[in-house]
């Protein structure tokens, strides 16, 4: 709230420091006045062709003032759509959608950038700034993951497309990020079937956390999770196995220090201090 109205003041100031300016006289008091009053007095400094107002776009920009930058982009768009200039604008104003969190719009220029020039030298940037706007709105583990699951979909394609670039190597990262992210939703739901007592579908998450998420952080406490359930519904054999594929890929962890603790003597520690892959230890058993 603060920046907006320092921005604002800014701004005013601005206005009020033009010659002659008596504007505050009759504004209306809405943003869209400011708005149009702001490219007014932008236009009267910056002339109105496609270098102009391109070169009026990237000082805003540099200057961190996206929402006007956006302005200039779009209006070479609309003022100049057959210009040389046009086709760099539509990425411009995307970024600068994007720096000013406006992801949808953001997504939206994007997909219209790559619909129209698949063959643009920056073609592996856009879609990578279009994974980008996914990824930014991934929200905490405790809600819907719809958005997660878009953003891997997105990053995904980004490695498929232009697996050898920067951009690739960045996104794979992203991936297990969100993967992780993703984990960590199956996690809290298994939590919550636990302490609702409803055994069979904590089981049930718990174990798909340990066969879809198994590169994720995630995996230790899933298995600690399922000894415990199995302990409680008296399943002691299934209880030893898991603690035994705890052990095994995870020996110095404090879940399986946990769930040692547990069965007390009926699990033994792992035989190997390094640990092995957790779906072959899984799979053999299970």
Same mark, same amino acid.
């Given at each position: 709230?603060?920046?907006?109205?320092?921005?604002?003041?800014?701004?005013?100031? !601005?206005?009020?420091?033009?010659? !002659?300016?008596? =504007? /505050?006289?009759? =504004?209306d008091g809405k943003q869209s006045s400011l708005d149009a009053e702001r490219r007014q007095a932008a236009n009267a400094t910056f002339d109105n062709t496609p270098?102009?107002? #391109?070169?009026?776009?990237?000082?805003?920009?540099?200057?961190?003032?996206?929402?006007? $930058?956006?302005? #200039? /982009?779009?209006?070479? %768009?609309?003022?100049?759509?057959?210009?040389? =200039?046009?086709?760099?604008?539509?990425?411009m104003a995307a970024f600068a959608e994007y720096q000013r969190n406006r992801y949808t719009e953001a997504i939206g220029a994007l997909d219209r950038f790559i619909q129209?020039?698949?063959a643009h030298r920056d073609i592996a940037y856009a879609f990578y700034l279009r994974a980008l706007c996914y990824y930014e709105q991934i929200a905490d583990a405790q809600r819907d993951q719809r958005t997660t699951?878009? $953003?891997?979909? $997105?990053?995904q394609d980004v490695v498929n497309r232009f697996p050898d670039t920067a951009y690739a190597r960045d996104a794979r990262l992203k991936i297990d990020l969100a993967r992780d992210h993703l984990a960590g939703k199956e996690m809290n739901i298994g939590r919550f079937y636990q302490r609702q007592r409803l055994y069979a579908a904590a089981i049930g998450r718990f174990r798909k956390m340990v066969e879809d998420y198994q590169t994720t952080n995630h995996v230790p406490e899933a298995l600690?999770?399922?000894? %415990?359930?199995y302990l409680t519904l008296g399943l002691v054999e299934e209880a030893k196995k898991t603690a035994s594929v705890l052990g095994h890929n995870f020996p110095g962890s404090p879940w399986y220090q946990d769930s040692y603790a547990l069965l007390v003597a009926g699990a033994p520690p792992a035989a190997e201090d390094r640990p092995g892959l957790v779906t072959r230890a899984w799979n053999w058993i299970f």
């Open positions: 709230m603060i920046r907006r109205v320092s921005s604002l003041l800014v701004l005013c100031l !601005g206005l009020a420091a033009l010659p !002659g300016c008596s =504007w /505050f006289d009759n =504004w270098e102009g107002l #391109y070169a009026a776009g990237v000082e805003a920009l540099q200057a961190r003032r996206f929402a006007p $930058a956006a302005d #200039y /982009f779009d209006q070479i %768009e609309r003022d100049h759509p057959y210009s040389t =200039w046009a086709t760099n604008a539509k990425l129209l020039h698949p699951e878009q $953003a891997m979909a $997105a990053l600690h999770r399922l000894t %415990e359930i």
